[in-house]
């Protein structure tokens, strides 16, 4: 899977990836038939419509017959009219040109707002499939990803996705339903016509193909280059009061600048692509109408053609040349959907985290695993906890992290774990929940092996459930404060209340309950209270182990003491793993597992590893 995805990433840029078309098939596919209605109703409307000049070509030779002295030579201008309009009055000819006129209309009219709605739809299954998917990607993969790039997906292709393929997709097809309709229509008028639709269409073909590389290149070139300046732009932005401490305004201002600049100059040539494109079609209409003019006249000289079926082939062919030069317009615009499509197609098939899978009803397909996880909650209230040699990094090109850690956490005991900056405490983290694969050594819940992934005798997901977990910065989505408690939606309204009330959240309740809005990041929340929702959040998980990383590092030492003296009450009995970060914290401990530069130095009470530490020239970090 993986050594696909790549290959098909490094084709050349000048051809879209062939699974940009099984991809769009996918997120059609539950509307196939509703689409497949409607687009014979739209067809049927835009034949409606422009047989209107048919109609008027019959009734124009009816007159023309009816005015002209059958001994006269002009007379083989006029032509003999269909037996089924013979006898048609004026009155006639109006009323049925009104009825095909309003028909004609409604159905195009059904054609655009229910295909608009339906293709929008089907567009949205592709953004809600990638979310799905990159929410299961391994943590390298962020690693290695721009936060820009990211975002430009997210954002700018994905809109570019959505508005050509939501309502102008509509207008695209209607072209294409007047292409058909005027061959259809210009060879029941006289099929000498035909030829000069085939002939338009060629040449606009030929012009189209002409420029179809260069443009396809400016439009991805200009995509990319979207990505830098936005991931710039979102750095400065979360780091304005840093910059601003430091007085590096001037810096990131020339950086964006610079960026900025690099985006508008690739959006001038674009421009200027796009605008010899249409400069060459609109000089090929000009000569082509020329040219149908000039023949048309000769035709009828020869009394080959009468003039109603010569009115209404000329007004087919130039309404058709006008027809096909947008046609190939939205068609170069289609193109650069296709781009948008193909560049969150390379995430909609991108590898999965080893161990994870798509849930069974996932609908795209594609060559990763299927399954379902069901919830798989450990009765128990605690378990034990085993590591064996335990060798970890973060990517076979960088240096160990850990090196060959042993240790064992019986069920209900509470284990601290220090070291300085960068000794390897969040890395050990890390690899108990398995983020990064890891490649020595084994880590064993309640018995059960759980790492390596190899060896594994609980599945990824299931066994990730077992351990709960709160951290220094705390995480909180936009959104009510129920789904920020229940993110699997699966407890009752009281049970979370209950919970929120242990915690002393209560006050949160007033007056919009559990419906009370977190915006992002909780910023509208303090980051005591953010840190006591993650913990309530975290004692609703009822998970068997408990694991707190540095959580309160950016508390001051009074929140500090409260929120440890709520931990201490509801996870007492649990298995946990403190992370520390202050000494005073250790002391609650049951032992304390020492690390330096990733190596065990020791594991043992508090009191022992606090002696041997001291002892020692080194700072807790």
């Keep these: ?31 196939r038939y509703r689409i497949a209605l409607t687009m014979v109703m739209g067809l049927f409307g835009r034949l409606l419509v422009l047989g209107n000049a048919n109609v008027i070509g019959i009734w124009v030779d009816s007159l023309c017959l009816t005015l002209t002295d059958p001994a006269s030579a002009s007379t083989q201008a006029c032509k003999g009219i269909p037996e089924v309009f013979v006898g048609f009055t004026q009155k006639d000819f109006l009323w049925l040109l009104s009825v095909m006129v309003s028909l004609g209309f409604a159905f195009t009219c059904y054609f655009r707002v229910y295909f608009s709605r339906l293709s929008a739809e089907a567009i949205s299954r592709i953004y809600d499939e990638v979310t799905l998917r990159t929410s299961r990607f391994p943590m390298s993969f962020f690693d290695r990803q721009p936060v820009g790039r990211i975002v430009t997906r997210f954002s700018s292709d994905y809109g570019n996705v959505f508005r050509l393929f939501g309502g102008p997709l509509a207008e695209f097809i209607s072209i294409i339903f007047d292409l058909v309709s005027v061959v259809i229509l210009a060879t029941i008028a006289s099929p000498v016509f035909l ?10 073909y030929y012009v189209f193909q002409f420029n179809k590389v260069t443009l396809r290149k400016v439009r991805r070139s200009l995509s990319e280059a979207r990505s830098p300046s936005i991931a710039h732009f979102a750095e400065s ?7 601003r401490t430091f007085r590096k305004e001037a810096s990131f201002t020339h950086r964006y600048q610079f960026l900025d600049e690099f985006y508008l100059d690739l959006k001038l040539k674009a421009v200027r692509h796009i605008s010899y494109f249409s400069f060459q079609m609109n000089a090929l209409t000009s000569v082509l109408l020329l040219f149908t003019g000039i023949t048309s006249y000769f035709f009828i000289q020869k009394g080959w053609l009468s003039i109603g079926a010569v009115g209404v082939a000329f007004g087919f062919i130039a309404f058709s040349g006008n027809s096909v030069q947008i046609f190939f317009e939205w068609l170069s615009q289609l193109e650069d959907a296709l781009i948008g499509v193909d ?16 849930p069974t009803k996932a609908e795209f397909l594609t060559d ?27 990517s076979e090109k960088q240096k ?3 090196k060959g850690l042993n240790f064992q956490i019986v069920p209900g005991e509470i284990l601290g774990v220090m070291g300085r900056t960068g000794s390897g405490k969040s890395s050990l983290i890390q690899a108990l929940f398995n983020l990064y694969p890891v490649e020595k050594g084994r880590v064993l819940l309640d ?25 220094q910065d705390p995480v909180l989505f936009r959104g009510t404060l129920r789904e920020n408690l229940d993110l699997q939606k699966l407890l009752d309204d009281d049970e979370l209340i209950r919970a929120l009330k242990l915690f002393h959240l209560e006050h949160l309740l007033t007056p919009m309950g559990l419906d009370f809005q977190v915006e992002e990041r909780g910023r509208n929340l303090s980051l005591g209270e953010r840190q006591l929702i993650c913990m309530t959040r975290c004692l609703l998980q009822d998970a068997p182990v408990v694991i707190f990383d540095e959580a309160t590092a950016s508390i001051d030492p009074q929140t500090e003491e409260s929120i440890l003296k709520i931990a201490s009450k509801y996870f007492a009995g649990k ?36 002696q041997a530490f001291h002892a020692q020239p080194l700072t807790l970090g």
């Design 575 to 610: 298995t946990q793993i403190l992370i520390a970060h202050r000494l005073s914290t250790l002391d609650r401990c049951d032992r304390v597992l020492w690390i330096d530069n990733g190596d065990q130095i020791m594991i043992d009470t508090p009191a022992k590893v606090l």
């Design 237 to 243: 932005a979360q780091g304005a009061s840093t910059i």
């Design 368 to 394: 990763h695993p299927k399954q379902d996880f069901p919830p798989m909650k450990s009765t128990k209230q605690a378990i034990g906890l085993r590591v064996e040699d335990l060798w970890f990094r973060y």
């Design 343 to 358: 560049r969150l197609d390379s995430y909609l098939r991108a590898p999965l985290e080893p161990g994870n899978a798509l």
């Design 400 to 402: 160990w992290v850990l």
């Design 1 to 31: 899977m993986t050594e696909s995805w790549r290959e098909s990433n490094q084709k050349s840029e000048d051809h879209l990836n062939a699974n940009v078309f099984l991809t769009l098939r996918d997120a059609y596919h539950p509307f």
């Design 195 to 204: 030829i000069y639709v085939l002939l338009i269409s060629i040449c606009y």
């Design 447 to 471: 018995g059960q092996v759980v790492t390596p992934l190899t060896e594994a005798e609980v599945p990824l997901v299931n066994y990730r459930q077992w351990m709960a977990y709160i951290s």
